[in-house]
């Protein structure tokens, strides 16, 4: 011992017989004592000197005792003692691994088992007692801050001395015999100590000590099982002695086995004349026969690996083994445990554990203090279940916020177990506690179902539907199985999960079979890649520079070179406060100028240019101060058609390969919620893996050593997978055969039979799949999948059913798409993959050939074979089609629709977006709005409402006979064939799904002036969803339909109302609604309306685009009115006998398009007129007459043309750039003409009705007119 150590504890005082004798400077020692321990070294040396001179038991203990009236004393010894019993394991950080340091770390563990053996004392206790009750005797505004602090030492100090534990080679006691730790807790108990912490754990006034008195707490039962408690002091049930019975008679059974084997092994010969046996076909070293020198009946020992070294297991390697075993204390420390139990729960339980629970969750506590929080809650619910069952007692840890903290903690731990490896048997003791927690909470509402409560039993099955509704808890058990680590977690661990395991299973078996559906919660992560956005570079087309040149000088001429305010204040070329430098922003500020005279916004360019002249005047790069308005439209011209140095973008760290960039993706996770009908057969499949059924068979090898209610889960569980699925062939592997086997062999088969059943059967099951499979043998040595087991016992190399494989390419198939490839590309035909689809033999779709088109090396990306769009090819406008476009507009200026009249007059044709933006630089028109068609009594130019009052006869009647042919064709129904998105959503879950606008507006761009020369030109009403809404209404989802209607009918008016377009959010505020915007089948209706999808982990509605005008969205809403819809197309033409025969001929004759379009003008008309629309209400919805259907006839390649546009005028107004859109998808197919070949891609859209449809319509008209 330290010099300076030994003389401070000299000073401290001696010991005479009972009594202690302080010295006068005794407290200054204590203090010192205190300071040596602050300042020790890594191996803790003062601390071990302390504790081999005994100082705690021979000085610190008497003095409290004896002299625990000298405060500042009892103060100073309380501090010294709180850190002379801290455990080991807070003075190292840790279990050393030096050698040196594990040895000092060992001895102060010894040095603490003394100190625990010393406070194993009633006096001792007795005075902590009396000083802890005068303690809490105060009141709270007497009390002084160093009364407090005492309390807290007090309770640190209880709680050292009960952590120390046990010295295994010292207490070598059986169960029932008292050990150290039992001597200590019956001194708590004699000391009244134990009552003074129930105190603590129930006062109001005393809420600040609840996490020192749980952690007392659960020293104090450190040892003890709840069962134990509950069975002291009472007698032996007959289900216990039972089962003493059974254990009593397998020991018995083993006994009489081992006795019998070892008569049989005695040879009737001498151990001296053994003799010498060759074991003929088992090969030695030599390529000889065995030679063996041993009795005869010994020989089914035999084994090559006899007499070698056992191969040492790496330490990484070895299994994780359990901690220490639990053992019995006296009965009289276990009745006044069970004492302890009973007042707990009655009066403590409930409201210590809701303290402990919001510190947790306020994180007030330290770190893993919620060990003890789980702890406490499987043992105290685990007594109560056995203690004659009370809900009330444990009601606070009873709820679904238990299990979520629970299944966090869980969660939680097994993160930290995989990144902390160092630290990953802790992590892995703690997740076995949140396990048990977790198996205890199940177990109690288990309980509350066999209550005779109906308040009880209905609170259980609350509990139940929560958590089987929550995907997290269903997942659970399968994550931990698959992810379970015998390196790692020990066998006790699995063998909990496997028991818990077994427990959800039955309580969701059983809540599955009194409901006829049961819906859960989905979650779908899925996975989208950020593509970085490629800058567009100028057009630098001198065509184009050339026309757009024109417009903006004319613009500008137009306006008289005068600037509005708004423009003029709305420029900056200048930015102080930026870090690009004068020079830069003036480069800068000349592509600007570029940049706006591209996009044709002449006042912005001009208004620029002056801005800029007056920050930099120098050098006149921006024109002399007095430059006249003519210089400065000859300056812009030389801008635009400049070539100016732009900034490149910032490059990307990708390897450049002969088709271009690849750019790095980066994946972002969206996770998706939703609803489903839970089906349980369907969710024990997803045990049916490998992963799971390997911790089943590892810890079926330990069948002798488990519970019998253990090797019950586990044949359960294995039972389901082999009979209610019928993959018994999943266990079909050597190391279950061996357990089997074992199992068996077993001299005390008889108590597992339960296992012997199940082992016959898996067994008698694999002799039959042997004697048709002569592969069976060696697959025992692999784990399988489900696919390995269809294979293995259906046969190797057939499909699935429904199994989507690919089907090969042969050689013959591949020599003839060389051929005909090669034609094609020599022929120079615009699209070869188009031109050969119809050539081959067999039927193959375009993605098909493509792919194998690069496969072969014909091509070196799909990028060349991309589908192109038809245009017009027609940019610049000549001085005729000016002259020709003005003489049209002032001949169509007053009619109702001056665009569409205009453009069925125009020679060259444009689209509408062209010849609206030719009108506007002409100063024809100074707003689109003018281009507007005109409603009858709509007011106008602008787009009137869409709902009608007033009664249906007065509606039918304006429909028939106030209407022109123009204006009736215009409210016709577009409709747009149902593309089917499905094989793409498959193929590519990154590609943009296609709305109606979209796909409309490509046919009617591609579709060039051919198209406008037999169409009536507008813009369809709204897409063909009958059969979708068919489909919605009959799975009850008329309601929602009604809603979406609304929404949009209102969107459309406060659009028209305000003339500001933003989208518009859909937010269902009923429970329908919210269903039905979660449903697949909506969705896809959704999609086809032209509505938008939430673009990202931020939003989380559907929205209505800013892009669709009022009249686009009343021709949504109109084609989601009311009405009888045909699952098989929509709704059928009601057309008169005449007329409808004059139109199937029509068809069938393919007769001029003049006649037809006036044949079907008249049919419909009279349809209007014999069934006139439903009256309306004022809170119905309004409905549009759906009843007309487009005539078309047979193309000469036996395809359908439509003969007249679906998209109507008077519901859409397409004004911008229809050319200007980019297919981006490569995989989608291009609209091109509508004429197509009947051998087409089934990819490609058509937009008429069949013949055969309208031939039945006509049908039924005639059987109307009969009636």
């Known amino acids: 011992?330290?010099?300076?150590?030994?003389?401070?504890?000299?000073?401290?005082?001696?010991?005479?017989?009972?009594?202690?004798?302080?010295?006068?400077?005794?407290?200054?020692?204590?203090?010192?004592?205190?300071?040596?321990?602050?300042?020790?070294?890594?191996?803790?040396?003062?601390?071990?000197?302390?504790?081999?001179?005994?100082?705690?038991?021979?000085?610190?203990?008497?003095?409290?005792?004896?002299?625990?009236?000298?405060?500042?004393?009892?103060?100073?010894?309380?501090?010294?003692?709180?850190?002379?019993?801290?455990?080991?394991?807070?003075?190292?950080?840790?279990?050393?691994?030096?050698?040196?340091?594990?040895?000092?770390?060992?001895?102060?563990?010894s040095y603490l088992q003394a100190y625990k053996e010393a406070f194993a004392s009633e006096k001792v206790f007795g005075v902590l007692s009396e000083t802890l009750y005068n303690l809490l005797q105060l009141d709270w505004e007497q009390r002084q801050e160093e009364d407090n602090l005492l309390v807290e030492r007090i309770l640190l100090l209880v709680r050292n001395v009960l952590h120390v534990p046990a010295d295994p080679y010292e207490e070598k006691n059986v169960d029932d015999d008292a050990s150290v730790h039992d001597k200590l807790l019956w001194a708590v108990h004699m000391s009244g100590f134990d009552d003074l912490v129930k105190f603590l754990a129930s006062a109001q006034s005393e809420q600040q000590w609840c996490m020192h008195v749980l952690e007392v707490v659960s020293l104090l039962f450190r040892d003890q099982t709840p069962e134990a408690l509950v069975s002291a002091g009472h007698a032996r049930s007959a289900q216990e002695k039972s089962r003493d019975l059974t254990e009593l008679e397998v020991l018995r059974q083993k006994e009489q086995a081992e006795k019998r084997s070892r008569t049989l092994q005695r040879g009737t010969r001498h151990s001296r004349f053994g003799g010498t046996y060759v074991v003929a076909g088992l090969k030695a070293v030599g390529n000889e026969d065995v030679v063996y020198h041993r009795g005869i009946h010994n020989f089914k020992n035999y084994s090559h690996d006899a007499g070698k070294a056992v191969r040492r297991v790496p330490k990484r390697h070895r299994r994780a083994r359990d901690s220490e075993g639990q053992r019995r204390s006296a009965l009289n420390v276990r009745l006044f445990l069970r004492e302890f139990c009973v007042d707990f729960l009655e009066n403590c339980y409930n409201h210590l554990m809701y303290l402990v629970k919001e510190g947790l969750i306020r994180e007030q506590a330290q770190q893993h203090d919620e060990t003890y929080f789980l702890w406490a809650l499987s043992f105290f619910m685990a007594f109560n279940r056995g203690n004659g069952f009370r809900a009330d007692l444990v009601s606070e840890t009873m709820s679904i916020r238990a299990f979520h903290f629970i299944e966090r903690n869980v969660t939680n731990y097994y993160e930290m177990m995989l990144t902390d490896r160092k630290e990953a048997t802790s992590w892995s003791r703690r997740m076995h506690l949140a396990l048990k927690a977790y198996q205890e909470l199940l177990l109690t509402v288990n309980e509350m179902d066999r209550s005779r409560d109906d308040t009880i039993r209905q609170s259980s099955n609350v509990i139940k539907s929560n958590i089987f509704y929550m995907m997290e808890y269903r997942e659970l058990f399968l994550t931990l199985l698959r992810k379970y680590d015998e390196?790692?977690?020990?066998?006790?661990?699995?063998?909990?999960?496997?028991?818990?395991?077994?427990?959800?299973?039955?309580?969701?078996?059983?809540?599955?079979?009194?409901?006829?559906?049961?819906?859960?919660?989905?979650?779908?992560?899925?996975?989208?890649?950020?593509?970085?956005?490629?800058?567009?570079?100028?057009?630098?087309?001198?065509?184009?520079?050339?026309?757009?040149?024109?417009?903006?000088?004319?613009?500008?001429?137009?306006?008289?070179?005068?600037?509005?305010?708004?423009?003029?204040?709305?420029?900056?070329?200048?930015?102080?406060?930026?870090?690009?430098?004068?020079?830069?922003?003036?480069?800068?500020?000349?592509?600007?100028?570029?940049?706006?005279?591209?996009?044709?916004?002449?006042?912005?360019?001009?208004?620029?240019?002056?801005?800029?002249?007056?920050?930099?005047?120098?050098?006149?790069?921006?024109?002399?101060?007095?430059?006249?308005?003519?210089?400065?439209?000859?300056?812009?011209?030389?801008?635009?058609?400049?070539?100016?140095?732009?900034?490149?973008?910032?490059?990307?760290?990708?390897?450049?390969?002969?088709?271009?960039?690849?750019?790095?993706?980066?994946?972002?996770?969206?996770?998706?919620?939703?609803?489903?009908?839970?089906?349980?057969?369907?969710f024990i499949k997803r045990f049916a893996q490998p992963a799971i059924v390997r911790p089943y068979v590892l810890l079926l090898k330990t069948y002798s050593t488990n519970s019998p209610h253990t090797n019950h889960c586990i044949a359960?569980?294995?039972?389901?997978?082999?009979?209610?699925?019928?993959?018994?062939?999943?266990?079909?592997?050597?190391?279950?055969?061996?357990?089997?086997?074992?199992?068996?062999?077993?001299?005390?088969?008889?108590?597992?039979?339960?296992?012997?059943?199940?082992?016959?059967?898996?067994?008698?099951?694999?002799?039959?799949?042997?004697?048709?499979?002569?592969?069976?043998?060696?697959?025992?040595?692999?784990?399988?999948?489900?696919?390995?087991?269809?294979?293995?016992?259906?046969?190797?190399?057939?499909?699935?059913?429904?199994?989507?494989?690919?089907?090969?390419?042969?050689?013959?198939?591949?020599?003839?798409?060389?051929?005909?490839?090669?034609?094609?590309?020599?022929?120079?035909?615009?699209?070869?993959?188009?031109?050969?689809?119809?050539?081959?033999?067999?039927?193959?779709?375009?993605?098909?050939?493509?792919?194998?088109?690069?496969?072969?090396?014909?091509?070196?990306?799909?990028?060349?074979?991309?589908?192109?769009?038809?245009?017009?090819?027609?940019?610049?406008?000549?001085?005729?089609?000016?002259?020709?476009?003005?003489?049209?507009?002032?001949?169509?200026?007053?009619?109702?629709?001056?665009?569409?009249?205009?453009?069925?007059?125009?020679?060259?044709?444009?689209?509408?977006?062209?010849?609206?933006?030719?009108?506007?630089?002409?100063?024809?028109?100074?707003?689109?709005?003018?281009?507007?068609?005109?409603?009858?009594?709509?007011?106008?130019?602008?787009?009137?409402?869409?709902?009608?009052?007033?009664?249906?006869?007065?509606?039918?009647?304006?429909?028939?006979?106030?209407?022109?042919?123009?204006?009736?064709?215009?409210?016709?129904?577009?409709?747009?064939?149902?593309?089917?998105?499905?094989?793409?959503?498959?193929?590519?879950?990154?590609?943009?799904?296609?709305?109606?606008?979209?796909?409309?507006?490509?046919?009617?761009?591609?579709?060039?002036?051919?198209?406008?020369?037999?169409?009536?030109?507008?813009?369809?009403?709204?897409?063909?969803?009958?059969?979708?809404?068919?489909?919605?209404?009959?799975?009850?989802?008329?309601?929602?339909?009604?809603?979406?209607?609304?929404?949009?009918?209102?969107?459309?008016?406060?659009?028209?109302?305000?003339?500001?377009?933003?989208?518009?959010?859909?937010?269902?505020?009923?429970?329908?609604?919210?269903?039905?915007?979660?449903?697949?089948?909506?969705?896809?209706?959704?999609?086809?309306?032209?509505?938008?999808?939430?673009?990202?982990?931020?939003?989380?509605?559907?929205?209505?685009?800013?892009?669709?005008?009022?009249?686009?969205?009343?021709?949504?809403?109109?084609?989601?009115?009311?009405?009888?819809?045909?699952?098989?197309?929509?709704?059928?033409?009601?057309?008169?006998?005449?007329?409808?025969?004059?139109?199937?001929?029509?068809?069938?004759?393919?007769?001029?398009?003049?006649?037809?379009?006036?044949?079907?003008?008249?049919a419909l008309l009279l349809a209007r007129k014999r069934n006139p629309p439903p009256k309306e209400t004022d809170d119905s919805p309004p409905v549009e007459d759906r009843s007309a259907e487009t005539p078309v006839t047979e193309s000469p390649h036996g395809s359908r043309r439509s003969k007249q546009e679906k998209p109507s005028v008077k519901r859409r107004r397409v004004l911008d750039d229809e050319d200007e859109d980019e297919d981006e998808d490569e995989d989608m197919a291009s609209p091109g003409p509508l004429v197509m070949d009947s051998g087409g891609d089934s990819d490609r859209e058509t937009v008429a009705a069949p013949a055969k449809r309208r031939r039945q319509a006509a049908l039924i008209d005639e059987d109307d007119e009969d009636e």
Not at 67 to 90: E, S, W, Y
Not at 97 to 104: E, I, K, M, Q, T
Not at 583 to 611: F, H, K, N
């Open 487 to 682: 390196t790692k977690q020990p066998q006790s661990f699995l063998r909990d999960l496997v028991e818990s395991t077994h427990l959800f299973l039955r309580m969701l078996e059983r809540f599955c079979k009194g409901r006829n559906n049961l819906m859960v919660q989905k979650k779908k992560v899925r996975k989208r890649r950020n593509r970085p956005q490629k800058k567009s570079t100028p057009e630098t087309d001198p065509e184009v520079l050339e026309e757009t040149w024109k417009i903006v000088s004319e613009e500008l001429r137009a306006a008289g070179f005068q600037l509005s305010a708004g423009v003029t204040e709305a420029v900056v070329p200048f930015d102080a406060a930026s870090e690009v430098s004068l020079e830069d922003q003036r480069s800068q500020t000349v592509v600007r100028v570029q940049d706006a005279l591209m996009a044709r916004l002449g006042p912005e360019a001009l208004g620029l240019l002056r801005a800029a002249r007056e920050v930099w005047p120098e050098g006149d790069v921006f024109g002399p101060a007095d430059v006249e308005p003519e210089d400065e439209l000859e300056l812009l011209k030389q801008i635009l058609h400049a070539t100016l140095p732009r900034s490149a973008p910032p490059e990307v760290p990708a390897e450049e390969d002969e088709d271009g960039p690849e750019y790095e993706e980066e994946e972002l996770e969206s996770v998706q919620v939703s609803e489903t009908d839970f089906n349980f057969l369907d």
């Open 716 to 1162: 359960r569980m294995l039972h389901r997978l082999a009979v209610d699925l019928k993959m018994d062939a999943l266990l079909y592997q050597l190391s279950v055969f061996s357990a089997f086997n074992r199992i068996l062999s077993d001299p005390a088969a008889a108590a597992y039979k339960e296992l012997g059943t199940f082992a016959k059967f898996v067994v008698s099951r694999f002799l039959v799949v042997a004697a048709r499979n002569d592969k069976a043998f060696v697959e025992l040595l692999f784990w399988k999948n489900v696919g390995t087991v269809h294979e293995m016992t259906e046969g190797y190399g057939k499909e699935g059913d429904g199994s989507k494989t690919k089907v090969a390419w042969t050689e013959e198939e591949e020599e003839e798409l060389r051929s005909l490839f090669m034609e094609q590309r020599d022929s120079e035909v615009p699209d070869p993959v188009e031109a050969l689809l119809p050539l081959l033999g067999t039927t193959r779709s375009r993605r098909q050939v493509v792919v194998q088109l690069v496969h072969m090396g014909l091509v070196e990306s799909a990028k060349q074979l991309k589908k192109h769009k038809v245009g017009t090819g027609i940019v610049l406008w000549t001085e005729q089609q000016e002259d020709e476009l003005e003489m049209l507009y002032e001949e169509f200026k007053d009619s109702d629709d001056v665009l569409g009249n205009m453009l069925r007059k125009t020679t060259a044709k444009r689209s509408r977006a062209r010849v609206v933006d030719k009108l506007l630089s002409m100063g024809l028109v100074s707003e689109r709005r003018q281009l507007y068609k005109k409603r009858s009594g709509g007011g106008g130019g602008g787009p009137r409402k869409t709902a009608a009052k007033g009664s249906g006869k007065s509606s039918g009647k304006s429909s028939g006979n106030s209407m022109t042919e123009e204006d009736f064709l215009a409210d016709l129904t577009g409709e747009v064939a149902d593309e089917d998105h499905e094989e793409e959503e498959e193929g590519s879950s990154e590609s943009d799904e296609e709305t109606f606008e979209e796909r409309r507006e490509r046919v009617t761009s591609s579709d060039g002036g051919a198209r406008r020369r037999t169409q009536e030109p507008g813009v369809g009403r709204g897409p063909d969803v009958g059969p979708m809404l068919h489909s919605l209404k009959q799975e009850g989802l008329a309601g929602p339909l009604l809603w979406l209607q609304n929404c949009l009918n209102r969107t459309a008016d406060d659009r028209e109302e305000d003339n500001l377009s933003q989208p518009v959010p859909l937010v269902p505020l009923s429970e329908d609604n919210e269903d039905a915007m979660e449903k697949r089948s909506f969705q896809k209706l959704l999609r086809k309306l032209g509505l938008r999808a939430p673009a990202n982990e931020q939003e989380t509605f559907w929205r209505i685009p800013e892009r669709l005008s009022p009249a686009q969205l009343r021709g949504a809403a109109a084609a989601l009115a009311p009405g009888e819809e045909l699952p098989a197309g929509g709704p059928e033409p009601q057309e008169g006998e005449g007329e409808g025969e004059e139109v199937g001929e029509v068809g069938e004759a393919g007769a001029s398009s003049h006649e037809q379009r006036s044949e079907a003008i008249r």
């Open 1 to 109: 011992m330290n010099c300076e150590v030994l003389a401070t504890c000299s000073a401290l005082g001696y010991l005479e017989g009972e009594t202690y004798h302080k010295e006068a400077d005794c407290l200054e020692s204590v203090k010192d004592l205190i300071r040596y321990l602050r300042h020790e070294d890594d191996t803790r040396d003062i601390r071990q000197q302390l504790g081999a001179g005994h100082i705690l038991q021979n000085d610190l203990l008497p003095i409290i005792s004896q002299h625990g009236g000298d405060k500042p004393l009892f103060d100073a010894c309380i501090r010294l003692m709180v850190n002379l019993t801290q455990p080991a394991l807070l003075c190292f950080g840790k279990v050393p691994d030096d050698p040196a340091l594990r040895h000092h770390f060992l001895q102060v563990t």
